[in-house]
């Protein structure tokens, strides 16, 4: 029988609401949409579209590997972006964390982020 766990870390942002950081569940691991921000101040990091994902990719990255899983084992990610017209500078910054062996992907434009961010992605993984 599989075991649905929930995972809490104080090296990401805490949640902004009645959500988990992530589940896992068997040897997979669902993490919450993260935003760019800092995980110990819980403050928005404002900045540029390239600054913004690579906050939000950092805290990506940290639950993941949390979970006992990792960038390298990401098998879909979902992003969406407060303006498409960013969609080019953005995939400059996560061709950095995705290098080899890409996750399949949706990246659609969102009418409003949360907070007014330029970017939120979430993620599913696996632990080896």
Do not use: W
């Not at 950092?58 to 879909?76: F, H, P, Q, R, V």
């Not at 400059?92 to 890409?102: G, M, R």
């Amino acid at each position: 029988m599989k075991i649905r766990e929930t995972l809490y870390t104080e090296n990401a942002p805490k949640p902004k609401g009645p959500y988990s950081q992530a589940v896992i569940y068997g040897d997979l691991v669902f993490v919450s949409g993260q935003g760019p921000i800092d995980s110990k101040t819980n403050e928005i990091m404002r900045g540029e579209i390239e600054e913004e994902a690579e906050q939000t990719l950092d805290n990506l990255k940290t639950i993941l590997l949390e979970a006992g899983s990792s960038l390298e084992n990401t098998l879909k990610v979902t992003v969406y972006l407060s303006d498409m017209n960013h969609f080019q500078r953005f995939n400059k910054i996560y061709e950095k964390y995705f290098n080899k062996n890409p996750p399949a992907r949706v990246c659609i434009q969102a009418g409003r982020l949360p907070s007014d961010i330029k970017v939120e992605i979430d993620a599913i993984g696996y632990v080896e």
